[in-house]
């Protein structure tokens, strides 16, 4: 198997595409950040070492077939696509079941978990390339909840099921994502200094080979991540609105610890709970920082959505959501948000606390978007 090496895992990466051309060179410095901080810091052992390689030449590999469609068809930079929205806000705060009823709602469209995984398929793929990618996706779900049988019902994921963008933005390599599923501090910091944009013009290249496969509907696209670069997100699709969903920082931040040491021990030697404490702090002051510039920069574009609201009353937050993105709604699709909470399994409690990472509530930073407090009951954000 190929060592976490990058330039062996780049050269690995064009020989099974047959091709140099992995969408440009801008995404480099990300990648051998993050693959030499996978190897030095993460205490990742070999089973996990397999994992990540295997992980990192796919998304090579998905660069170098989203290329290759892009020579074949390169009409497709600058056709015309639906304007997405974009449902993001820290994690934990609800943005799954915001994106779920969501995808009910006739005339979305919100992509599976095994269509983001592969935007692109090979030139020559067979008829038979869906199955297999969903097979994949079913095969790396069985790995992941195996290995962590408690993220299942921290994040359940199936996949035939929508899921987050996330998925995309991996293969850029420039997304918090990586800092959250490993310990990766030299990585963690240059996101802190790193240009977004050339990341987000990749993603979008990305969805856009995803929708020219798979057409139709308006798309719902959903991703915490988005978080962290909300203006660049914003200038790369200057026709996307965003759907910002808001908490109670001391009902979010422990859950986010749980979360991440959870995936920081799959097969690894990961931190220990109070330094998780201090990174994820830190990441959630930098990611609530620029989306609080960009609310108040574009706040004709982002629509906040309380938590609490959310979940006392879904059907009538998803209507308000959909008029504000002058999207229909009616019985029918107030009858499908229903009948998916009425089909959802109930699920063993998520149990986490800030003191068990080091963490007390005064720690937490002020939270002024939209008027929430940092602690206690949120009021009603307004549209």
């Not at 060592?3 to 969408?23: H, K, Y």
């Not at 299942?152 to 293969?171: S, V």
């Not at 050339?198 to 020219?212: G, H, K, N, T, V």
């Not at 979360?259 to 990174?279: F, K």
């Amino acid at each position: 198997m190929t060592a976490l090496d990058p330039d062996i895992l780049i050269e690995t990466a064009q020989q099974l595409v047959r091709s140099d051309d992995l969408m440009g060179r801008e995404w480099e410095p990300a990648f051998r950040v993050l693959v030499e901080s996978l190897a030095r810091e993460a205490g990742l052992r070999p089973a996990r070492v397999e994992t990540a390689v295997a992980e990192l030449l796919g998304l090579l590999t998905t660069r170098g077939r989203v290329a290759a469609l892009l020579r074949a068809r390169p009409e497709l930079r600058e056709r015309p696509t639906p304007a997405p929205a974009i449902i993001t806000g820290l994690p934990r705060t609800g943005t799954t079941l915001l994106h779920n009823l969501m995808a009910v709602v006739p005339g979305n469209r919100a992509y599976r978990l095994w269509e983001l995984r592969a935007p692109a398929f090979a030139i020559d793929a067979p008829p038979e390339q869906a199955r297999r990618e969903l097979e994949a996706t079913q095969a790396m779900l069985r790995w992941l909840y195996g290995r962590a049988p408690a993220f299942r019902d921290i994040h359940p994921m199936a996949a035939d099921a929508p899921d987050e963008c996330n998925w995309l933005l991996r293969a850029t390599f420039t997304t918090p994502f990586f800092a959250w599923l490993n310990h990766v501090p030299s990585y963690e910091r240059f996101l802190a200094d790193a240009d977004f944009r050339p990341a987000y013009r990749d993603w979008d290249l990305l969805l856009r080979a995803l929708r020219w496969r798979s057409p139709g509907g308006a798309p719902v696209l959903k991703d915490p991540g988005h978080v962290w670069a909300p203006d660049a997100l914003l200038a790369t699709r200057p026709d996307a609105r965003l759907i910002v969903t808001v908490r109670a920082l001391d009902e979010v931040v422990g859950s986010f610890c749980s979360l991440c040491s959870t995936l920081q021990h799959m097969d690894a030697d990961g931190p220990g709970d109070a330094v998780v404490g201090r990174t994820t702090l830190r990441l959630l002051e930098r990611g609530l920082a620029r989306l609080e510039r960009a609310y108040a920069e574009h706040r004709a574009r982002i629509l906040l959505v309380d938590y609490r609201e959310l979940v006392a009353d879904p059907v009538a937050t998803v209507e308000r959501i959909q008029r504000w993105l002058d999207r229909p709604f009616d019985d029918r699709a107030a009858a499908a948000c229903r009948a998916f909470l009425e089909g959802q399994p109930r699920r063993a409690p998520h149990r986490y606390s800030l003191a068990r990472f080091g963490l007390r509530p005064e720690q937490l930073p002020a939270l002024t978007l939209g008027g929430l407090p940092r602690r206690g009951a949120p009021r009603r954000a307004s549209a």
